[in-house]
Antibody, heavy 119, light 110 residues
Framework: EAQLVESGGGLVQPGGSQKLSCAAS????????ILWVRQASGKGLEWVGR??????????EYAASVKGRFTISRDDSENTAYLQMNSLKTEDTAIYYC??????????WGQGTVVTVSS | QSALTQPPSASGSPGQSVTISCTGT?????????VSWYQQHPGKAPKLIIY???KRPSGVPDRFSGSKSGYTASLTVSGLQAEDEADYYC??????????FGGGTKLTVL
């Protein structure tokens, strides 16, 4: 069964950093784009960013709201993607989901990990 | 990039059909055939139910269908069932390697 599992969420102070992990299993991770999507409590979904596969030179793209603060990376040998979040703001508080990109849609989702930015 | 516009709520009785709209601009919905729809039950992760405007992933009932006209995409749920009660989100490719979601629609089965 194809699966994504996020980890690394928690409480962080404004201005701090947090690194999330997304572990994949059950599909060919190295050939897949991985995206991060977040959802503030009671709010809608927001695309955060994407990392493409090696075939696409591991290209990354980010939403304007996080560009310059967040970095997505991946380790194909570990079937894991990462979201490094720096200079965190209270408005970054959300559930963070990783998801597989397929035909410009998102077909496999993790269960999410909660990041709370608060003093 | 502004969020796509969805009605906050929709409702229908079991067995009926309901359509949820998703309105964007020429830069997203109107410019690309890459509109997808996601179903999210409370406390759960989203689930892909429609991609590329009208295609259904394996395992998604054919009661779910998608379409697009101009700047507006639509999701129709036919033969409503109790388990269809959930939040529904549209998403469009928006060019320049960006994606934009709608604000979500809460579907209530009466």
């Amino acid at each position: 069964e194809a699966q994504l599992v996020e980890s690394g969420g928690g409480l962080v102070q404004p201005g701090g950093s947090q690194k999330l992990s997304c572990a994949a299993s059950g599909f060919i991770f190295s050939g897949s784009a991985i995206l991060w999507v977040r959802q503030a409590s009671g709010k809608g979904l927001e695309w955060v960013g994407r990392i493409r596969s090696k075939r696409n030179n591991y290209a990354t793209e980010y939403a304007a709201s996080v560009k310059g603060r967040f970095t997505i990376s991946r380790d194909d040998s570990e079937n894991t993607a990462y979201l490094q979040m720096n200079s965190l703001k209270t408005e970054d508080t959300a559930i963070y989901y990783c998801t597989r990109g397929l035909e410009l849609a998102f077909d496999i989702w993790g269960q999410g990990t909660v990041v709370t930015v608060s003093s | 990039q502004s969020a796509l516009t969805q009605p906050p709520s929709a409702s229908g009785s079991p067995g009926q059909s309901v359509t949820i709209s998703c309105t964007g601009t020429s830069s997203d919905v109107g410019g690309y055939s890459y509109v997808s729809w996601y179903q999210q039950h409370p406390g759960k992760a989203p689930k892909l139910i429609i991609y590329e405007v009208s295609k259904r992933p394996s395992g998604v009932p054919d009661r779910f269908s998608g379409s697009k006209s101009g700047y507006t995409a639509s999701l129709t749920v036919s033969g409503l069932q109790a388990e269809d009660e959930a939040d529904y989100y549209c998403c469009s490719y928006a060019g320049s390697n960006n994606f934009v979601f709608g604000g979500g629609t809460k579907l209530t089965v009466l």
